[in-house]
């Protein structure tokens, strides 16, 4: 009989290319080792009357340790609603990508009801594991007793796999928070390395293993894509999840400069963003995962902001620049994430300074040689694999 995983990483409701993706390796790759695999379906949003209470308590708490952050979204949630409403207006009156994705999921993955921070002690604890990660599942907003496998009745063994808390600036409640609900996990692996040395020094024992992208070769993220799109012209894939027209204009300003179509997916928060408007030669807005490993994978170029956009074009061989989305002094940046990554590779010079590119000659910018670079992918790989094998018994 084969033995049971739950899985728990930011898979509800989550319409986000790269979080989709790194669901599917590691849920598909456990699946090839002989495993049956679910996903768990959580929401955070606490429902009952005392757990609301105890939320709202401890939110007040982190509300004053993070004020700038939090009044920015209640400020802007207004407009965020409009946002998303005026998307689905130019979707022809459909949420596209949500039918998209909720589409793929139901195809690709065996997943449980949906639970809460009140309900998730009734959820089956007929698994032998437990695995939590493969995202910023321990971000210190978002983490909980759920995130780290720590609610009553597990009996199966828990194991943290490549989870990354997406920030380089920690502060005391965050440290707290962490070291609370990781310190009884039982075997304990992270995406990055400053977060790898926080735990350390917080006495939790962990190593660092790659992001779940990393368990599906090139050649089977290929055979995993779409065939959909037939683009004959030379492209640069714009893959960009921040919303400034700035950065926008210098792709452009890149895209004519070396003769090139941009492709890019608009609105991709599943909200309107006006810079959007006019970007791209070849705008799509109806592509689900695999049509996103198909776009990346055709292409002469790729420019991202975003991690797993930078990860994929490592495995997939790709020459590309990254760019931050998010200043350092911001304290909501996630840029540490994208920093690390490069520096395993020796990529640091493609962290592109954006003011930059738009003057930039292909011929110019030093050519990526993956035959020197396939041996970190490759060695990126066979941790993870050794970690899983070691942690796991099929």
């Not at 089956?124 to 978002?142: A, F, K, N, R």
């Not at 700035?246 to 792709?251: A, C, F, G, N, P």
């Not at 810079?275 to 705008?283: R, V």
């Not at 931050?324 to 911001?330: A, I, V």
């Amino acid at each position: 009989m084969k033995k049971k995983v739950l899985i728990q990483t930011l898979f509800y409701q989550n319409y986000n290319y790269g979080a989709m993706l790194q669901a599917y390796a590691l849920y598909h790759k456990l699946e090839g080792m002989g495993f049956q695999c679910t996903e768990l379906n959580y929401s955070s949003k606490a429902v009952g009357i005392l757990s609301k209470i105890k939320y709202k308590s401890f939110r007040t708490i982190e509300i004053i340790w993070n004020l700038k952050y939090f009044v920015g979204c209640y400020r802007n949630a207004g407009k965020e609603k409009q946002r998303h409403k005026r998307y689905i207006e130019i979707c022809g009156g459909i949420d596209c990508m949500k039918k998209i994705f909720d589409c793929f999921s139901q195809q690709e993955f065996l997943s449980t009801p949906v639970y809460y921070p009140d309900t998730i002690e009734t959820c089956s604890t007929d698994y032998d594991y437990y695995i939590v990660g493969g995202d910023q599942v321990w971000h210190p907003l978002g983490i909980d007793k759920v995130r780290a496998l720590g609610w009553q009745g597990i009996k199966g063994k828990r194991i943290a796999y490549s989870c990354s808390a997406g920030k380089s600036d920690f502060t005391f409640i965050d440290k707290w928070k962490i070291k609370k609900y990781v310190k009884d996990i039982d075997a304990v692996s992270v995406r990055e390395r400053n977060f790898s040395e926080l735990l350390k020094e917080e006495g939790i024992r962990n190593e660092i293993i790659a992001d779940p992208v990393y368990l599906f070769t090139k050649q089977e993220w290929e055979e995993f894509a779409a065939q959909k799109y037939y683009i004959e012209e030379d492209y640069i894939f714009a893959y960009l999840l921040g919303e400034d027209s700035t950065s926008r204009k210098y792709i452009k300003m890149f895209a004519e400069e070396n003769n090139l179509k941009i492709v890019s997916f608009p609105h991709v928060q599943r909200k309107y963003a006006e810079c959007d408007l006019g970007f791209a030669d070849i705008p799509i807005m109806d592509a689900g995962p695999r049509e996103f490993v198909e776009i990346l994978s055709g292409a002469k170029y790729v420019i991202t902001d975003s991690f797993h956009g930078t990860a994929l074009s490592l495995i997939m061989e790709k020459q590309f620049l990254s760019f931050y989305r998010q200043n350092n002094n911001d304290r909501r940046n996630l840029n540490v994430r994208i920093d690390f990554l490069l520096k395993e590779y020796g990529l640091n010079e493609y962290m592109q300074k954006l003011e930059e590119l738009g003057k930039c000659k292909l011929e110019n910018i030093n050519y990526i040689s993956y035959e020197e670079k396939k041996a970190v992918t490759r060695k990126k790989r066979e941790r993870a694999f050794a970690f899983l094998d070691k942690e796991l018994e099929s």
